[in-house]
């Protein structure tokens, strides 16, 4: 199933499909590994709501949903 | 011979560095940027190597200044060796920047650090295939333990004697004969790191793209066929994504990782830290701690607990900053008390007989010291104040008085390591200034004035509030190092972003309540340009320190009417008001910019490093230092010079009424006139002290006292009294505060930033005097006049907001 990083729950993990930002977010996602293939977990919201933190290729990365709305994701 | 260190943030470049050069580190600015260049030396190699610590990057990209900085100094200072930090517990994305420094025509070494951490994980990295894979060495480290770094300087120093040529992980890349093609231009052109440069032109870079157009046309055909693919033909894309996926396919074999099911610990920390309720009551809870230790006289709370909320008033809570030292509350209690008791017994005769029994106390003392064949003690016993005297005479005059000195007993908690090491710092140049009175003594008026009133007692305003911003420094540091400050961002970020700041903002702005110099330099933590700008220039309005006093003083005059520690209050409040509303201004009729991206990495936690925080506070104490020692000092000289002599200096010396200051007050008088605090023949003096306010705030008192105006003596309004309130809250804070602003400021951002502060005063203290002028006289239009600047306020904040919505539909 297909849905954007910004619509998925705390837990939920899913694999990149594509980018569909422009510019400086998008080059920003690409350097931060955010990249068709990788594993994305999503860890937690921050207090308001927005950011949300995401374990990437091991580390920890956290994007705001607006960001997060550019990443289409396949849910495992 | 030079080297550079490069690698992710975070990856322990500045450990590196401060292991390897120790003493040598000197900290200096790139040129057009403020992004910190580290330089030093190594020694142990028989010659001598110059290290640069380059900013930390994720890329190679041009989108950050630290990008392009780093970016360039390898393209043209060619180092003899690039020493590339990679992060051994996060392989996958350091490595990302490493495929890329690969491709220049530079030596390389890859320094495989945190490797202390990876085996006491029970995991393993294989550096002997790594390198194999990489091509350049590969060395284990660890910064932090001192182990490994003599051995990757040694050899980077065996591969910068020789040359490397560029080799990229994009080869097997159906798109790599684009590439090949504009190399072999490249080559022909005879440029250096032909690979890189081609790759970037491949890949559209801005710059290069723009430099060599006729590259540009060579592939534009080639990159035709791309169009349909999955990235839609976007190079970037392409490149990025096949890095990753190299890295991906070939670096699994070389680490071996335990799964482990437990979580770790910075996983544990970070689950209470950053917990969506707790979160932010313990971000509040622990700014507080940090600004308690730096600021309170009151460690324990004993003063709150034993008075109860008698202790409480206005004037204790504004003490939280000032942080006074025993013997000022000792004076401030004693003289309180005399005061009170003259008033009880005598009421309107209370100054008279005070002034009597002063001056008789004060007689007796000077006799006394006669007697002894010492020096008089008090020159002028006609206009003695009780503040002016000692306070064994003034215990002498209770005494006298009738009263009982066991009755004052202030209760004094104990000073935080804050207030207690700048009372230390008070006691040096206290005696610094004595010392330099007894040197001055035989040297003509205006020398001895040089250097005690203008050089010293300036030296002194400035270097009293050191130890307290060295203080708040360190504890940022602590938060920085440990993980906790990206955190806050990320708490913060969303609040924050309707002023088009990021919540990274937010420290800055908060120490901007202690001190704005720290404040602005914390701001170097921001990573877009104009953030900065915007941070520094909202700083000044969360009223610092030094800014008490000038609200004490008034709370005193304007009282009455309303209640003093109320008008304390709002001034805060305002600050905090006006400073939210110019963010929004700013944002509305400024260049919109495309919303600063928010994507970055949460490091795991660190126990902070001791000898990190040590070098991270001597290079702040060595940059503030040399601020205070040349600009401030200037500036501060100039106004000593100028509220001593009048304009025919070469006449000598005059009082301050008289001088090239006063008369410049008299100008400004006028230019303030619609502002209302400058009506009446006194007016001249409180334009003076908005001058004398840059060398230090608290000043601003200091000098309207030596012209005869005391929170007794102000015969202003209300209105006038708010006016000349928020003029003095938003106008330009002090020197060392410009200093700061300068320093940390892009050029042009500077300038606006001091008109911005000099409008804002301007504006601000006409709406407040003209809207309190009206509500002391025509009650009816002042509430009208009020709700019509509520509600522009209102439509401001609507306007923003859709102008917000439509650049982030674009
Ligand atoms: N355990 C461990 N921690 C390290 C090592 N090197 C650096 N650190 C820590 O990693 C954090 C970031 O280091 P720093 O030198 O500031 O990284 P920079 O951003 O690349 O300059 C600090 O908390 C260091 O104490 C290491 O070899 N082992
Ligand atoms: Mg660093």
Redesign the interface.
């Known amino acids: 199933m297909e849905k954007r990083l910004n619509e998925f729950n705390v837990g939920e993990k899913g694999i990149v499909r594509?980018?569909v930002a422009e510019?400086?977010?998008?080059?920003?996602?690409?350097?931060?590994?955010v990249?068709?293939?990788?594993n994305i977990i999503v860890k937690?919201?921050?207090?308001?709501?927005?950011?949300i933190?995401v374990t990437i290729?091991?580390?920890?990365?956290?994007?705001?949903k607006?960001?997060a709305e550019c990443v289409l994701m396949e849910v495992e | 011979m030079k080297f550079a260190l490069a690698g992710n943030p975070n990856s322990g470049k500045t450990t590196l560095f401060n292991a390897l050069t120790g003493a040598t580190a000197h900290v200096g600015n790139w040129p057009g940027v403020t992004v910190d260049k580290r330089e030093g030396s190594y020694k142990k190699l028989g010659e001598k190597i110059d290290i640069v610590d380059l900013p930390g990057i994720?890329?190679l990209?041009p989108?950050t200044p630290e990008e392009i900085v780093a970016r360039n100094f390898i393209v043209d200072e060619k180092p003899d060796c690039v020493i590339n930090i990679v992060d051994a517990?996060?392989?996958?994305?350091n490595l990302?920047l490493t495929t890329q420094l690969l491709e220049m025509d530079v030596p390389v070494v890859v320094a495989l650090n945190m490797m202390d951490v990876v085996k006491k994980s029970g995991n393993e990295v294989n550096a002997t295939e790594l390198s194999k894979k990489l091509g350049v060495p590969v060395v284990e480290l660890s910064a932090l333990r001192n182990e490994g770094i003599h051995d990757v300087m040694k050899k980077a120093y065996e591969v910068a004697k020789e040359n490397r040529k560029g080799h990229s992980v994009l080869e097997t890349e159906d798109f790599y004969d684009l590439i090949t093609k504009v190399e072999e231009k490249f080559v022909e052109l005879g440029e250096s790191s032909p690979l890189f440069k081609a790759i970037k032109i491949v890949e559209g870079d801005e710059a290069l793209c723009a430099k060599y157009p006729q590259l540009v046309e060579l592939i534009k055909s080639d990159k035709e066929k791309y169009k349909d693919n999955?990235f839609g033909g976007?190079f970037?894309?392409m490149v990025?994504?096949a890095r990753?996926?190299y890295i991906?396919a070939n670096y699994a074999d070389t680490i071996k990782k335990i799964d482990k099911k437990t979580e770790s610990k910075s996983d544990k920390i970070?689950k209470v830290m950053?917990h969506?309720?707790f979160?932010?009551p313990l971000f509040i809870v622990i700014m507080f701690v940090v600004f308690h230790l730096v600021f309170s006289e009151d460690l324990f709370f004993i003063n709150g607990i034993s008075k109860g909320n008698a202790g409480i008033s206005g004037e204790t809570a504004i003490n939280v900053f000032t942080g006074m030292g025993y013997d000022d509350i000792y004076l401030e209690e004693m003289t309180g008390v005399i005061t009170e008791k003259y008033e009880e017994d005598f009421g309107d005769e209370a100054d008279d007989k005070l002034n009597s029994a002063i001056s008789y106390v004060a007689n007796k003392v000077n006799v006394e010291l006669q007697a002894k064949g010492e020096e008089i003690r008090y020159d002028d016993i006609d206009n003695l104040a009780l503040e002016d005297m000692e306070i064994e005479d003034l215990q002498e005059l209770l005494v006298y008085s009738g009263g009982d000195v066991e009755e004052v007993n202030p209760v004094i908690g104990i000073p935080s390591p804050g207030v207690f090491l700048q009372s230390w710092m008070g006691f040096v140049t206290g005696k610094l200034i004595d010392l330099g009175a007894m040197i001055s003594e035989t040297w003509p008026a205006w020398l001895s004035g040089l250097l005690c009133d203008g050089l010293l007692s300036g030296l002194d305003a400035i270097f009293s509030f050191l130890p307290q911003i060295l203080l708040l420094f360190l504890f940022i540091a602590i938060l920085e190092d440990s993980g906790y400050m990206?955190r806050v961002a990320?708490?913060m970020?969303?609040?924050f972003?309707g002023l088009g700041l990021s919540g990274k903002a937010f420290i800055p702005l908060l120490m901007g309540f202690g001190c704005s110099v720290p404040a602005m330099m914390a701001t170097k933590t921001l990573e877009e340009e104009h953030e900065r700008d915007m941070t520094i220039r909202l700083t000044p309005f969360f009223s610092c320190g030094a800014k008490a006093p000038i609200w004490a003083m008034l709370a005193v005059a304007v009282a009455g009417s309303f209640l003093g520690d109320i008008f304390v209050f709002s001034i805060y409040l305002l600050g905090i008001v006006v400073a939210i509303i110019s963010a929004l201004l700013i944002k509305a009729f400024g260049k919109v910019k495309?919303?600063p991206?928010?994507?970055?990495?949460?490091?795991?936690y660190h126990a902070p490093q001791f000898k990190n925080l040590m070098a991270h506070l001597w290079e702040k104490l060595k940059h503030f230092v040399y601020k205070a020692s040349t600009i401030i000092t200037a500036a501060i000289v100039l106004i000593w010079f100028l509220s001593n002599f009048g304009w025919a200096f070469w006449q000598g010396m005059v009082g301050i009424e008289d001088s090239i200051l006063a008369s410049l007050g008299r100008v400004l008088q006028y230019i303030y006139y619609p502002l209302g605090f400058t009506w009446g023949s006194e007016g001249w003096k409180y334009s003076v002290a908005t001058i004398t306010g840059l060398i230090a705030k608290e000043d601003v008192v200091a000098t309207m006292a030596t012209l005869g105006i005391t929170e007794k003596t102000i015969a202003l309004s209300n209105a006038q009294i708010y006016a000349f309130a928020s003029y003095n809250l938003f106008t330009l804070p002090c020197f060392a505060a410009i200093g700061a602003a300068y320093g940390d400021s892009s050029k042009k951002g500077f300038w606006i930033t001091l008109l911005w502060w000099l409008g804002c005063s301007y504006v601000v203290s006409l709406i407040i005097f003209w809207l309190g002028y009206l509500f002391e006289h025509v009650l009816v239009v002042g509430i009208i006049v009020a709700l019509l600047l509520v509600a522009t306020i209102i439509l401001l904040f609507v306007y923003t907001a859709k102008k917000r919505k439509k650049v982030?539909a674009n």
């Open positions: 594509k980018i510019g400086n977010i998008r080059r920003r996602l690409f350097d931060m590994g990249t068709p293939g990788a937690k919201f921050a207090s308001l709501g927005d950011p933190e290729r091991g580390y920890e990365l956290t994007l705001r607006s960001e | 994720y890329s990209s989108y517990t996060n392989l996958e994305r990302y999955d976007d970037e894309g990025a994504d990753y996926r991906t970070d950053t969506r309720i979160a932010i990206a990320f708490i970020d969303r609040a972003r495309e919303v991206p928010f994507i970055m990495e949460l490091p795991a982030l």
